[in-house]
């Protein structure tokens, strides 16, 4: 059953790819090799946890680990989903990665003293 255009899901899926890729280079260079790059204005969430409670920190610290293995997923995954033309098992984890990080992204964007 096709529940979408296929051109509008392969630019769809094209489009998570690339903003995924940038993000995940970010989060590589800036929060693990410490290194500065063009690629630190993309994504650059300084969020502020001291007002959370304890489990609230550990919460978003474990949810951010979870989308830097999140982006690592889409970007192997997506490419596979590119190559077949039927819905797979593969398709709705994709799917329901990218409804956490839909979730995850505002949540930490909302923790930066800045905004």
Partial sequence: MKLINP??????LNLI????????????TQDILRISTVFDVFGNIQEDLSGLPYLGQVLILSAGIGSFLA??????????????RET????????????FM????????LLDPRY
């Avoid at 790819?17 to 590589?28: C, S, Y």
């Avoid at 982006?71 to 077949?84: A, T, V």
């Avoid at 839909?102 to 964007?109: A, K």
């Fill in 17 to 28: 790819w690339v903003v995924t890729l940038i993000h995940f280079l970010k989060d590589i």
């Fill in 88 to 99: 797979t098992t593969l398709e709705k984890w994709v799917v329901g990665v990218v409804i």
């Fill in 71 to 84: 982006e690592l997923f889409l970007l192997i995954s997506i490419p596979i989903i590119k190559r077949r």
């Fill in 7 to 12: 051109k509008v899901r392969s630019f769809l």
């Fill in 102 to 109: 839909l979730i995850y992204f505002p949540i930490v964007i």
